[in-house]
């Protein structure tokens, strides 16, 4: 199910108890020289669509809300950002009203990295005022880490930014928007002693040209099975929370 594509009398019909509503949050930013700006919501929003086909009578897909946090990223401009205070809100006041009509488990899908720490300080906020729901969220590379580590070719066995992974990904659904001849590596060396330590560095900081990986080693079928690998996973997972206890108000 679409909320994008129903009405509200085909919306009241929704059975609120065996439902979950998906919410796919992104970002419009640069993504080096050889991806769109808009890669992140072109692939959170194609992992959205993939579970939604899977569980269509079961999961209520919301829009992609493509502006994120993107601070981080503007030193390369090309980027449309939210502050960091502004997008928690965002994601508040989205859900606010499904809540309210009661639904019951919700599951922010996740496609930008700096929308992490976002994403978790909304649910928190949320969770006092909704006790009764079960709030749950995550990347999709987080939920999909085996699968995605298991086809990548190259060194960086996760998602980093116009990577091995969204660039193959990019290639199979989208293969007129990728800049073949600008795909450079751009390797980032993190020291073994700072391992698990977070950083906080903005993108120009971390990298030469606005990547993080290895791009070079993508390929269309390597993105058409990126996608279907995590499609299963974030489904999987659907499933799951569909399946799990409320929480006790």
Request: proline letters at 6%; hydrophobic letters at 45%; a negative charge.
């Amino acid at each position: 199910m679409k909320f994008f594509e129903m009405t509200w009398p085909e919306l009241r019909q929704v059975d609120r108890a065996r439902t979950l509503v998906l919410m796919p949050i992104a970002a419009c930013e640069q993504h080096s020289r050889h991806l769109p700006t808009f890669t992140d919501t072109i692939l959170c929003g194609a992992v959205a669509e993939g579970v939604e086909r899977e569980m269509s009578d079961r999961v209520l897909l919301l829009p992609v809300l493509w502006l994120g946090a993107s601070d981080h990223h503007l030193p390369f401009g090309a980027t449309l950002t939210a502050s960091l205070d502004t997008h928690i809100t965002m994601l508040c006041e989205i859900l606010t009203p499904i809540l309210n009509e009661g639904f019951p488990r919700v599951m922010i899908l996740n496609g930008h990295g700096g929308n992490i720490d976002t994403l978790h300080v909304a649910l928190r906020r949320l969770q006092p005022k909704f006790r009764g729901a079960l709030l749950t969220g995550a990347s999709y590379w987080e939920l999909a880490e085996r699968e995605i580590a298991a086809l990548c070719d190259g060194p960086r066995k996760s998602v980093g930014h116009a990577c091995e992974v969204e660039t193959a990904m990019v290639m199979h659904l989208r293969p007129e928007l990728v800049r073949t001849s600008e795909i450079k590596d751009d390797v980032e060396t993190v020291p073994d002693a700072l391992r698990g330590l977070f950083v906080a560095k903005d993108i120009a900081q971390r990298t030469d040209h606005g990547a993080v990986g290895y791009p070079e080693a993508a390929t269309p079928e390597k993105g058409r099975r990126l996608l279907g690998a995590i499609v299963t996973r974030v489904a999987a997972v659907a499933d799951a929370v569909l399946r799990e206890s409320l929480p006790v108000s």
